[in-house]
């Protein structure tokens, strides 16, 4: 007979005590919080038995997940992000249920007789149904939502310092002449992407960078603006670099560049930003932007439990660290010809 594991054996196994393992496994919040995961995961590990969600009231042991329709189908960014937040809610004992939504969609009612004890709410989902959701009186936590709502708590990326380091890299580079492609007023997170060039470009006016901006932010963008682009790219005055809203853009203009007969980089510089997996299968490999897509499930799960825990906590702002993956799709300046 397998021997019955003890808050002695997990406390022995990451070298604490026995009273914090009790303190983080009862749900106290006066534990903190990378402290109390890995008590939980090591818990988990060695099978010892935990219903986390009891630790919080649970009524049903459900969260929602919603995210929009078009955010889903069209970038593997969410996939990443909505399996590793099963993942942590799991871990915390709790069952996903994804709900997709369609562009528009005001109006929220639970699938049958399915409960729900908090919401997580993603992208550009519409904000009447985000006010539906608010009725229900429940958590509703708020993970790179496209724009910045009062009386919620954001998760999101810290999108201004990711540019900032890429425009370091870029101007490393010599590139003087850039061009943005992304809509601003199509999420929160590519206006801040352009803001943080623009800021960027006002700090260091003795680098004399000139910014072009287009209004692509989606690949059925640059498909449909292909001949407006390979006009410009005809111009003596034109970018040498291109930043794009986010990879899956960059990868559609990597298509259609090499299609037109453009070598890739010494032609012209693609970065992206997000670092989805085929960034770094496409050739040349894709310099871009990593959102750290762990962080911010883990930041969005600790968040919920801890709206759960105390209902009335202040909301919170949280802005999560990107850094710069360097590859092969930005080298330095050369003269156009």
């Not at 995961?37 to 060695?46: G, P, S, Y």
Request: proline share 3%; glycine share 4%; hydrophobic share 40%.
């Amino acid at each position: 007979m397998a021997k019955k594991v003890t808050m002695e054996d997990i406390a022995r196994e990451l070298r604490v005590s026995k009273s914090l393992v009790s303190k983080a496994l009862s749900g106290k919040y006066n534990v903190n919080s990378e402290i109390s995961r890995k008590i939980i995961e090591t818990a988990k590990k060695l099978q010892y038995p935990i219903s986390y969600q009891s630790t919080v009231e649970s009524h049903s042991g459900n969260v929602v997940v919603i995210v929009d329709r078009e955010g889903f189908s069209n970038t593997a960014f969410w996939i990443k992000i909505i399996d590793r937040l099963e993942s942590e809610l799991k871990l915390c004992g709790f069952n996903m249920i994804l709900r997709i939504v369609e562009d528009g969609e005001a109006s929220y009612k639970p699938n049958g007789t399915t409960r729900a004890d908090a919401f997580i709410v993603m992208g550009l989902v519409n904000q009447n149904l985000l006010k539906e959701l608010k009725k229900q009186n429940l958590p509703i936590i708020l993970l790179d939502y496209k724009i910045i709502v009062g009386n919620y708590t954001h998760i999101r990326v810290n999108n201004r310092l990711g540019t900032s380091q890429m425009m370091d890299l870029i101007a490393e580079k010599k590139h003087r002449h850039l061009l943005f492609s992304g809509c601003c007023s199509y999420a929160a997170s590519f206006r801040e992407r352009y803001e943080g060039v623009m800021d960027y470009i006002n700090a260091h006016p003795e680098l004399n960078i000139k910014l072009d901006h287009v209004d692509c932010s989606t690949s059925l963008d640059v498909l449909e603006k292909k001949e407006e682009f390979l006009a410009y790219m005809k111009q003596k005055e034109r970018a040498t670099v291109i930043i794009c809203c986010n990879d899956s853009v960059a990868l559609e203009y990597n298509i259609l560049l090499k299609n037109a007969g453009y070598r890739l980089p010494q032609d012209i510089s693609i970065v992206g930003f997000d670092n989805i997996l085929e960034s770094s299968l496409v050739d040349p490999k894709l310099t871009t932007v990593e959102v750290p897509k762990t962080e911010l499930a883990i930041a969005t799960v600790e968040n919920l439990i801890r709206k759960l825990r105390n209902p009335d906590a202040l909301n919170r702002l949280v802005l999560i660290e990107p850094k710069v993956i360097v590859r092969d799709s930005l080298i330095e300046r050369r003269n156009q010809t």
